[in-house]
């Protein structure tokens, strides 16, 4: 299993043909205490880079973008009585969707464990 | 605010609490022109601890503004709508500044802040009351705004000191009155809500009011920046003290019904739609005096077009400022501040509504990313307020 990471603060798990996507530690230490998480609805098609989900903090909303195109194939019912997951398990149990992967070339721009930890320092 | 070029557009100023609050590991955002702790811990645990303990929230940022000379209230009632020449030394008052259509330029607190002067008691003499002063303590980002005001419509026999050297930390929470005994002894202890004092806590001279904007007893305390760390250093060495950003102090006072200013009271709000009626002092209704009157009176003759409510809000997601209000098809209102309540774990917001659908228990609806959420119009305050009245 690979694990992929945008600089949008969005990770993603690859495991054949299906993409885990959430959002890392790095950024919901930003965002602050995760209060609602809107999901999309299963079955939609998203465009890499266009809007997939919000994240609710008490503060503000933070819009979370489609790190590649597919379609959505499930979301985390966890998150809707517990979104504060988000904040206690980003990387793991605080997933937000899986997806399909709709061109795998998508991943070329996308940063690694380490690249992804130097992007974070250099903040 | 002027279009000019970059270099006009005012830096970022520090605040005298500003490395304390770095050393604390607050995070720091710009705000009303400062660097303001937004956080520390977290926003949900910072707003429990309040309504649960005690928060010292750094509110230096605000105005303070002292207001002295023989003829101070009656000059000051040419502006503001409340009584202020019959508030009595040490007595606090809420007050709006409005403008000629009546629209709301700041709220604020005004302190009959007039000192007494000690006589000779062995001679006979028992003291007297000096100059008349008035303490004011108005919004961060209006501030020099209404500085400017005030010294236009305000005689130049009264001096208006603004105390950019001073510091105001605010301590609120259900322990702030225990802390605050501990470490001033029978300093607070007659004191009740909206009443002020002066006190000289060794070196330092304080003003010490029972007031705040989190719906909880507290304090506002106004020292000398050169002192302001060491307060805070001794506030905060009392167990039931943690320092709060104003991540908390927000979501606070929308539970506590309070309304922002520059979002929910604007200068297109007056204080009749803005359900803030109490800060026009029955008398001075009457006599008026005071720029607005006759467009408030109007209002107030007439009924307001909309009204500001408290609304609850189905679900968890939360609804924020600028969300449309719905009766039906019909847009009638606009959300002015919202969010999710820590106490209550849902979301909650203030707005303003047609008149005709102001009255609790009016079911409408909130659209937010294109949803609409099914929002009730709620009593405020959202969380009762614990206010120290006493007995």
Same mark, same amino acid.
């Given at each position: 299993?690979?694990?992929?990471?945008?600089?949008?603060?969005?990770?993603?798990?690859?495991?054949?043909?299906?993409?885990?996507v959430?959002?890392?530690?790095?950024?919901?230490?930003?965002?602050?205490?995760?209060?609602?998480?809107?999901?999309?609805?299963?079955?939609?098609?998203?465009?890499?880079?266009?809007?997939?989900?919000?994240?609710?903090?008490?503060?503000?909303?933070?819009?979370?973008?489609?790190?590649?195109?597919?379609?959505?194939?499930?979301?985390?019912?966890?998150?809707?009585?517990?979104?504060?997951?988000?904040?206690?398990?980003?990387?793991?149990?605080?997933?937000?969707?899986?997806?399909?992967?709709?061109?795998?070339?998508?991943?070329?721009?996308?940063?690694?464990?380490?690249?992804?930890k130097?992007?974070?320092?250099?903040? | =605010?002027?279009?000019?070029?970059?270099?006009?557009?005012?830096?970022?100023?520090?605040?005298?609490l500003?490395?304390?609050?770095?050393?604390?590991?607050?995070?720091?955002?710009?705000?009303?022109?400062?660097?303001?702790?937004?956080?520390?811990?977290?926003?949900?645990?910072?707003?429990?601890?309040?309504? +649960?303990?005690?928060? $010292?929230?750094?509110?230096?940022? =605000?105005?303070?503004?002292?207001?002295?000379?023989?003829?101070?209230?009656?000059?000051?009632?040419?502006? $503001?709508?409340?009584?202020?020449?019959s508030?009595?030394?040490?007595?606090?008052?809420?007050?709006?500044?409005?403008?000629?259509?009546?629209?709301?330029?700041?709220?604020?607190?005004?302190?009959?802040?007039?000192?007494?002067?000690?006589?000779?008691?062995?001679?006979?003499?028992?003291?007297?009351?000096?100059e008349?002063?008035?303490? $004011?303590?108005?919004?961060?980002?209006?501030?020099?705004?209404?500085i400017?005001?005030?010294?236009?419509?305000?005689?130049?026999?009264?001096?208006?000191?603004?105390?950019?050297?001073?510091?105001l930390?605010?301590?609120?929470?259900?322990?702030?009155?225990?802390?605050?005994?501990?470490?001033?002894?029978?300093?607070?202890?007659?004191?009740?809500?909206?009443?002020?004092?002066?006190?000289?806590?060794?070196e330092?001279?304080?003003?010490?009011?029972? +007031?705040?904007?989190?719906?909880e007893?507290?304090?506002?305390?106004?020292?000398?920046?050169?002192?302001?760390? +060491?307060?805070?250093?001794?506030l905060?060495?009392?167990?039931?003290?943690?320092?709060?950003?104003?991540?908390?102090?927000?979501? $606070?006072?929308?539970?506590?019904?309070?309304?922002?200013?520059?979002?929910?009271?604007?200068?297109?709000?007056?204080?009749?739609?803005?359900?803030?009626?109490?800060?026009?002092?029955?008398?001075?209704?009457?006599?008026?005096?005071?720029?607005?009157?006759?467009?408030?009176?109007?209002?107030?003759?007439?009924?307001?077009?909309?009204?500001?409510?408290?609304?609850?809000?189905?679900?968890?997601?939360p609804?924020?400022?600028?969300?449309?209000?719905?009766?039906?098809?019909?847009?009638?209102?606009?959300?002015?501040?919202?969010?999710?309540?820590?106490?209550?774990?849902?979301?909650?917001?203030?707005?303003?509504?047609?008149?005709?659908?102001?009255?609790?228990?009016?079911?409408?609806?909130?659209?937010?990313?294109?949803?609409?959420?099914?929002?009730?119009?709620?009593?405020?305050?959202?969380?009762?307020?614990?206010?120290?009245?006493?007995?």
């Amino acid at each position: 299993m690979a694990r992929y990471f945008t600089d949008e603060h969005e990770w993603i798990d690859v495991e054949g043909e299906t993409a885990t996507v959430g959002i890392t530690d790095y950024a919901q230490g930003q965002l602050g205490d995760i209060v609602f998480v809107e999901l999309p609805d299963v079955g939609t098609v998203i465009d890499k880079g266009k809007d997939a989900a919000v994240v609710e903090s008490v503060k503000a909303a933070s819009d979370v973008y489609a790190p590649i195109s597919g379609e959505v194939m499930e979301t985390n019912a966890a998150l809707e009585d517990d979104p504060a997951l988000v904040n206690t398990s980003p990387e793991e149990d605080g997933w937000f969707f899986k997806m399909t992967i709709g061109d795998k070339s998508q991943f070329d721009g996308l940063m690694d464990e380490a690249a992804y930890k130097s992007f974070c320092d250099g903040l | =605010m002027s279009d000019d070029t970059d270099d006009t557009i005012a830096e970022t100023e520090t605040l005298p609490l500003d490395a304390w609050h770095r050393r604390k590991g607050a995070r720091m955002v710009p705000f009303a022109g400062y660097h303001m702790p937004i956080q520390f811990d977290g926003i949900v645990s910072e707003h429990n601890w309040t309504r +649960s303990q005690a928060g $010292l929230f750094d509110v230096s940022h =605000m105005g303070q503004i002292m207001v002295t000379g023989e003829k101070a209230a009656e000059e000051l009632e040419k502006l $503001l709508p409340g009584a202020i020449a019959s508030l009595k030394p040490g007595k606090v008052r809420y007050s709006l500044l409005l403008d000629e259509d009546g629209g709301i330029l700041d709220d604020l607190m005004v302190t009959n802040a007039t000192p007494w002067i000690e006589g000779d008691v062995d001679a006979g003499d028992e003291g007297r009351w000096g100059e008349p002063a008035y303490y $004011l303590v108005v919004n961060g980002a209006t501030k020099w705004e209404d500085i400017g005001h005030l010294r236009e419509f305000i005689d130049d026999d009264v001096t208006l000191t603004h105390m950019d050297e001073h510091a105001l930390i605010a301590l609120q929470g259900p322990s702030a009155a225990t802390a605050l005994n501990r470490v001033m002894r029978n300093v607070i202890d007659d004191m009740v809500f909206m009443e002020s004092v002066t006190h000289e806590f060794g070196e330092w001279p304080l003003r010490i009011t029972r +007031s705040g904007y989190t719906g909880e007893d507290g304090f506002e305390i106004s020292v000398p920046a050169e002192f302001a760390e +060491s307060l805070a250093d001794r506030l905060c060495a009392e167990i039931e003290v943690r320092p709060i950003g104003l991540g908390a102090r927000d979501s $606070l006072r929308l539970e506590a019904g309070l309304p922002l200013y520059g979002h929910d009271i604007t200068t297109d709000t007056d204080p009749v739609s803005a359900d803030l009626g109490f800060a026009l002092t029955k008398k001075r209704r009457e006599q008026g005096g005071w720029m607005g009157h006759e467009k408030v009176m109007h209002v107030l003759e007439n009924g307001p077009a909309q009204k500001r409510v408290g609304l609850a809000i189905d679900g968890r997601m939360p609804a924020r400022e600028g969300a449309p209000i719905y009766s039906g098809d019909t847009q009638v209102g606009r959300i002015t501040s919202g969010g999710f309540s820590p106490t209550l774990e849902r979301p909650i917001a203030m707005g303003y509504v047609d008149t005709a659908l102001a009255s609790e228990g009016t079911e409408l609806e909130v659209e937010v990313r294109n949803k609409r959420l099914p929002a009730k119009v709620t009593k405020l305050p959202f969380v009762p307020h614990r206010y120290h009245r006493g007995n």
